[in-house]
DNA sequence: CTCTGTGAATATATTCACAGCC
DNA sequence: GGCTGTGAATATATTCACAGAG
């Protein structure tokens, strides 16, 4: 995002706590899922390793990212399940009902609509827009396909928090300009582009193609650092003890 | 990962350089992106400036990131478009051919499967498996949807490079499991949960609902600094000039 | 005079290590 | 004794600012 949470407005009050950093906030939904995941099991405390494992980080970096949220735990004991998830939620904002439209109804558009994961977490996707005439009608995840031409309206009447580009790179930028002008301040991007948003509006970018370029990056570098084993075929490497 | 290179081995040479920071590799498919539009455009050479507006960060941390592969520019003029994206596709690993499994065949594996941005980059995507036998014989952009249990075989005749995972969560650690015994050691995984794997083998995971999750963080975070308008409905708070 | 490449300065993030509470 | 919460130490990342090449 561009804004700056630095620079304060003069009447407004506000951070008693000084603000949870960027880092901190991406592990949440981290500890969250674990959380539930054992709550679900029954499990009702969890120690900081016994978290940190379930998240797969270190412990200390659970204690340390919890202690910015306040002190939740108990010394000798650790975090009671259900207190945790609380206020992890809280911090998130997941105890408001979110409401989501996705534009884009190909198959990643479809993805997302028929995702689960969103509804648990008070993520509404209140509707689904194409661009395509000959998808509009279609009923996926009991939504019907609507028109990109009534972006403006759905936003409007639907009060639509946080918008989803799963579409082209060349229809992303114009698509976006459009939500941020019906009011939209957060936008989800899947598109392969970088988009560009006036202050105050916040994009986070998912990139398939990416995250696949990092995983070759690594592997390249790991099977130099083996030296190039010249064997065609399967590489069955011992990477595991070399490095 | 759980590799560390800074424990060398004995006999193995190495690193000339000093290895590339992980937040440059991260932007480096950003950077050849925007050179890829760039050369489309019959643009032969960009600044730091130009490159940095385009890829959505600062000019500075380009020409950083840069330096890190070598000193590819020249003074007084900017860098020559075709030659950085040799130069940054020879550093990601991009000038071989990379060989993709699929094991999933939802939404989101046709999805990935058919976006078109993997071939483009040297990923080729060499196989679909999906546990439902109703969709194994299904045909998405030119392959054939295989049974899972075939995951071994394929792994081995197609020398499967990375293994990309876009199943349900509780399906996710056995498959991988399988993927590295099998002998694939980058993997990415689309499943909601933290997969355990040996060292030596690199996981990246892409959470949708993690990012909605941090989008509302900091959308929640906005509206109480703007002081909670009590504006039923569309909320339409200037941002852009409060923050 | 422009624009790269890079040390130095700053900001963020992670890990260590231990005091203090249960 | 076990485990949290946190300062201090370290490691990484980003930004600044300018010397020097073209």
Redesign the interface.
């Known amino acids: 995002?561009s804004?700056?949470?630095s620079?304060r407005?003069p009447g407004?009050a506000?951070p008693l706590r000084p603000a949870?950093p960027e880092a901190t906030?991406?592990r949440?939904?981290?500890y969250?899922?674990?959380l539930t995941a054992a709550a679900e099991d029954g499990v009702d405390t969890l120690s900081s390793d016994e978290l940190a494992t379930?998240?797969?980080v270190g412990s200390a970096m659970v204690r340390k990212d919890l202690s910015h949220l306040g002190s939740y735990g108990t010394r000798g004991v650790g975090y009671e399940v259900d207190y945790l998830i609380y206020q992890i939620s809280r911090?998130?904002?997941?105890t408001?009902d979110?409401r989501?439209l996705i534009v884009g109804a190909?198959?990643?558009g479809?993805?997302?609509a028929?995702?689960g994961?969103?509804a648990s977490?008070?993520?509404r996707v209140v509707a689904l827009l194409d661009l395509d005439a000959a998808r509009v009608g279609e009923h996926i995840a009991g939504l019907h396909v609507d028109s990109v031409d009534r972006l403006e309206q759905v936003?409007?009447e639907a009060?639509v928090?946080?918008g989803v580009l799963a579409l082209p790179a060349d229809a992303a930028q114009a698509t976006c300009d459009r939500l941020v002008a019906a009011?939209v301040?957060?936008?989800?991007n899947f598109a392969?582009?970088?988009?560009?948003v006036?202050?105050?509006?916040?994009v986070?970018k998912?990139?398939?193609?990416?995250?696949?370029?990092?995983?070759?990056?690594?592997?390249?570098?790991?099977v130099?650092?083996v030296?190039r084993h010249p064997v065609a075929?399967?590489?069955?490497v011992p990477?595991?003890?070399?490095?």
Chains 1, 2 share one sequence.
Not at 239 to 243: F, K, S
Request: aromatic share 6%; net charge positive.
């Open positions: 995002m804004t700056d949470s620079t407005l407004a506000r949870v906030v991406a949440l939904p981290v969250l899922r674990a379930a998240a797969g911090e998130l904002g997941l408001q979110w989501v190909g198959n990643l479809h993805a997302l028929n995702y994961g969103f977490r008070g993520f936003v409007a009060g928090h946080i009011g301040t957060s936008v989800l392969p582009c970088v988009l560009e006036p202050a105050g509006v916040m986070r998912v990139d398939l193609s990416t995250e696949l370029q990092i995983l070759a990056f690594h592997q390249q570098r790991r130099f650092q030296e075929g399967r590489s069955r990477l595991a003890e070399a490095l």
